[in-house]
């Protein structure tokens, strides 16, 4: 990892596990929650970074990925609904089962802990079985996936992520907050990390999403307690 | 109808009544195959018609959509991937049900003979059971739902459409009929009508979708000869 350009060193220390542990399946006190790589769109530093070069440099630049994103390893599968059942078991499953694979590999090759992965296709309902066995720890969904068909299908052995329609966050604080509420009460408490359905849009309101997070503390610790 | 300034005698006589048939449930000797109202944006005939006016002067012209669009009529929901799940049962299915009650009460009080209808939602996969029971004969189906799985969901009742993607019809004749072959086997001889899981796009080929059609026609044939 030294030869990109950033090493180990430079995270910063965990201040809590409680991601990690609902990634690997253990119990956690409350519901961790995240918002998706595009979260970085509605904040003004992250424009900013972005405005400095041209996207395809950006890509090509480890630093500036690494500096626009400090998170969680994920891979997101944009294309899973123009595919289809047909292509995307041609085009796309095979190439996410390897990806699981040899970053576990390069893992160990290199001596390091093993890290749990996030598999998210959007639009990807019609794989959802598939998805699960495909070697990673957790799979996202977006809002179009009914959380407790989504468990029926997926059975236990893999980490839930998601699914608050991104939109929801333009409505209220109260109206999050009931929508939160259903969405902790469908998934359960544990094996799931709490998430919007897909990425955050750039005019979203930072506070809104301050107030998704908060309803997500909150209602997953009420939710423990009864 | 009269009112509306189109009249039943100025409709062409039928040629057969396949469709039809498999749209009431009963046996057909092929699979009846049409494609989706966009399916004019190709047609040279259709944008000239188009562009004779503007596209919402053409919505409040009975005259026109009618010109534009003699075909089955279809109820085509296009919001139900972006609504997800509350908010489709909140603010779709409740109309989806209510056109079904109002048309078929209007031809009846208007004594005019049954006709069977369709509901096509788009990226509507996690409603599958609720619109196969709202009062349709056909349900349409999009190219991200595999046929056999949504013919296990909704039961026996209706009759199935779709659902090739229409990106298929970019490809070669000989893929199409691999694709249409693939499909007419999942969906069975019966209770089914052939089409794309979408409109088609203004640049395609007018040869690929006779292909289309030609392959559903013979193939549905040699199904039922199996």
Redesign the interface.
Known sequence: MEANGFGLQNFPELKNDTFLRAAWGEETDYTPVWCMRQAGRYLPEFRETRAAQDFFSTCRSPEACCELTLQALQLFESHA?HL????FSKFALPYIRDVAKRVKAGLQKAGLAPVPMIIFAK?G??ALEELAQAGYEVVGLD????PK?ARERVGKAVTLQGNL?PCALYASEEEIGR?VQ?MLDDFGPQRYIANL?HGLYPDMDPERVGAFVDAVHKHSRLLRQN
Chains 1, 2 share one sequence.
Do not use: I
């Open positions: 609904g289809g059942t047909e292509l639009d309902h019609f809002w179009t996936v009914a068909k329609d929508l259903q359905g």
